[in-house]
């Protein structure tokens, strides 16, 4: 290896050693290291507290990925944990849902406003998937419209590895270019009534791209084509979902989606997601199998009524917004006086940072590694989260690093 | 629906197109590789048929060597016949197994021959990293460079040919792939590939003007050796320092999805 590589990180590096006899890869999914900076980002974390976690190398980073969405509110936090603690007391999994599942749907079907019913499922692919699933169900039809580049889960539909695929998974699978609905206008058109559901995200986030927000009227002209179409509208609010609006993404946008899936945010790092639907579906919903070993256990529903009762009690998503803008002003002055040119897209809570003239990401990713060394998780190539725990002095000591690292690229 | 990669005949195709235009290459890169491989070299000509037709030839007469594709310029003294019952023999010969040979014109060349089977020998065990007896030579980043001009030029291959990739939509991002190998007093091998959107893929062994999108720079001539035989996963690889990736990922990505079907075409390379 080179001089040097990992010098940073050797307890993590010692327990990748170690994974990689029993885990194939050592590390999978979106956190294995290369998908970060190798040698420089921690490998394995230790625990968290507020917006800060500890790696493996007792190293305190300031994470403004949270947990890659999870953690709106910040790690541990007291309300959610004593609310998941009394849970806990009470027993992880039953022979029947508890009681909380429904006080959990009652609260969802109310905070969406678009949405009758509820159904809970762990991750937000068991979600994406069945929701297409009840499109399927309800339209009869075969075909799944999503934009390209969109990331929307590990299953066969949609992950974007290929490994293990065959033809036979994307048959059905068409994309269309975002904010622009004549290329879904076109899919409808060479497929007639072929369409069961068209897939969103709330804006475009790809992996390793800028984010797109939706020009004015998209959302609002693909829920009416949608409509004259006899296609569902699946509105995929994993990502996004609270932290832009405690009611979801579709109401800053200004649409209403006929199904809405929701994880990441919904719980502050407990192990549930969700789907919401109107009336009309209901009846293919009850017809689509639905069940896991885990999905019924209250603590993370528990959990996520704490956690849905501070994001609006306590105004979060405006935190966020609040938070995001400071840090983006902060970090593009900083840049600016150093001589570099960045650039932000996405919502400021959920702010993607890019240097113009680096296509490759090159600087980008010499700024995230020095960044991290001096303490701050800046993902080179993902959107960041950020989280209610950070406050001005987390943003502020952010920007200062910023401003450091910048500095030290001008100065070779 | 049937996937092709059920059929056998594509497979063969595709397997014997690596092993003569990928893998018999890289003989010639080994006779001229180091002082001693040149002594092994045998001093004739080298062709190989499938069944009646010629599918390629090495020529060792004089340097610089060549590797010969088309019967028209199968021609000269000092040329060896090699007849394969058919591709699939052939495949399995330049593979390094036992299968039988008719050799036909040229036979008297019996010493040339035996020299060029040696050397052949010689080469399939270098590939896959063996000791070369009394004889040995020990270049850990010469191997490394024979297998990374190997994956490359085979790569190109099975991205335009493999019906797995090809089924599941070749369109991906577009630009140069930066490869270096580092020796361990310093000096350092690179190699450049350029995929289109499109996933058609070609080599270059200077710098383009366009620069590279992604770079991967393999630190020790054993890690890249480890990493290119697929001995080490790519995700492990990266994570342990043993390949250092920077740029767009995605691309490296999109190439890393064609370097992993190559073993389906050709022999464990370790």
Redesign the interface.
């Known amino acids: 290896m080179s001089e040097g590589f990992g010098a940073s990180i050797p307890k993590s590096k010692a327990l990748f050693e170690r994974a990689r006899q029993v885990i194939p890869g050592g590390i999978y999914g979106h956190v294995q290291p290369s998908a970060t900076i190798p040698g420089v980002f921690p490998y394995f974390a230790e625990r968290g507290e507020g917006g800060y976690y500890w790696d493996v190398d007792g190293r305190k980073i300031l994470d403004l990925m949270c947990g890659y969405g999870p953690l709106i509110l910040g790690y541990h936090h007291q309300e959610i944990e004593e609310a998941a603690a009394i849970q806990r007391a009470k027993g992880l999994v039953f022979n029947h849902p508890a009681s909380l599942s429904v006080e959990l749907a009652e609260k969802l079907v109310d905070r969406v406003g678009f949405a009758d019913w509820t159904v809970f499922g762990k991750n937000g692919s068991d979600m994406t998937t069945w929701a297409i699933q009840v499109a399927r169900e309800h339209t009869k039809r075969s075909k799944i419209a999503v934009v390209s580049g969109a990331y929307h889960g590990v299953d066969a539909w949609c992950t974007p590895g290929k490994g293990g695929l065959i033809l036979e998974d994307r048959v059905h699978i068409h994309t269309f270019e975002w904010n622009n609905l004549d290329s879904l206008q076109s899919l409808f058109s060479d497929y007639a009534k072929q369409f069961a559901a068209v897939v969103v995200t709330p804006f475009h986030h790809p992996a390793f791209g800028e984010s797109e927000l939706p020009h004015e009227g998209f959302l609002d002209d693909l829920e009416q084509l949608c409509h004259r179409e006899g296609v569902l509208l699946v509105l995929d609010d994993i990502r996004a979902g609270f932290r832009l609006h405690a009611g979801g993404s579709h109401r800053p946008y200004g649409f209403e989606p006929d199904l809405s899936c929701y994880c990441k945010a919904l719980a502050n790092g407990y192990s549930i997601s969700a789907t919401a639907g109107k009336e009309e579906f209901r009846k293919a919903a009850t017809r689509v199998f639905l069940t896991g070993s885990y999905w019924n256990n209250p603590v993370p529903m528990a959990a996520s009524l704490a956690c849905l009762e501070i994001i609006a009690r306590e105004s979060v998503p405006e935190h966020l917004e609040q938070m995001g803008l400071r840090l983006q002003s902060g970090i593009s002055a900083v840049a600016k006086a150093a001589g570099v040119d960045v650039r932000w897209s996405g919502p400021p809570s959920m702010p993607y940072l890019s240097i113009r003239d680096d296509p490759n990401l090159y600087l980008i990713q010499e700024f995230a590694a020095k960044s991290l060394d001096r303490g701050v998780f800046f993902h080179p190539h993902h959107n960041w989260f950020l989280s209610q725990a950070h406050k001005e002095k987390e943003i502020d000591l952010a920007i200062e690093v910023a401003g450091d690292v910048f500095r030290s690229l001008q100065n070779g | ?1 049937k ?1 092709l990669v059920d059929d056998t005949r594509h497979t063969l195709d595709l397997e014997a197109t690596i092993a003569l235009q990928s893998i018999l290459p890289r003989m010639l890169e080994f006779a001229e590789g180091s002082p001693i491989t040149r002594l092994w070299v045998p001093k004739i000509a080298v062709g190989f048929f499938a069944g009646r037709t010629f599918r390629a030839g090495l020529d060792f007469r004089r340097a610089p060597y060549r590797w010969i594709g088309s019967a028209e310029e199968w021609t000269g003294s000092g040329r060896v016949h090699l007849h394969l019952k058919d591709d699939r023999d052939l495949v399995d010969l330049l593979q390094g197994d036992a299968v039988a040979i008719r050799p036909g014109y040229g036979i008297w060349h019996v010493a040339g021959l035996l020299k060029f089977q040696t050397f052949a020998n010689r080469f399939q065990t270098f590939l896959r990293m063996g000791t070369l007896g009394k004889k040995e030579i020990k270049d850990c980043l010469f191997q490394a460079r024979l297998l990374l001009d190997l994956t490359l030029d085979a790569a190109i291959h099975v991205a335009a040919q493999d019906p797995w990739l090809k ?3 070749s369109t991906g991002p577009a ?1 140069w792939a930066h490869f270096g190998l ?1 020796g361990l007093s310093g000096e350092q091998i690179d190699r450049w590939i350029y995929r289109s959107v499109e996933g058609v893929l070609k080599v270059c062994r200077s710098e383009p003007e366009a620069g ?3 770079s991967l ?1 393999f ?2 001539p054993e ?1 890249a050796i480890s990493l290119i035989s697929q001995a080490t ?4 690889g ?5 390949v ?7 691309l490296a990505d999109a190439l890393n ?1 064609v370097f ?1 079907q190559i073993p389906r075409y050709t022999p464990p390379l370790i």
């Open positions: 629906m996937l089924s599941m939509g630009g580092r590279a999108a992604v720079i630190p020790t890690a996963d790519s995700s492990s990266t994570a342990l320092g043993q250092e990736v920077r740029g767009f990922i995605p999805l992993d």
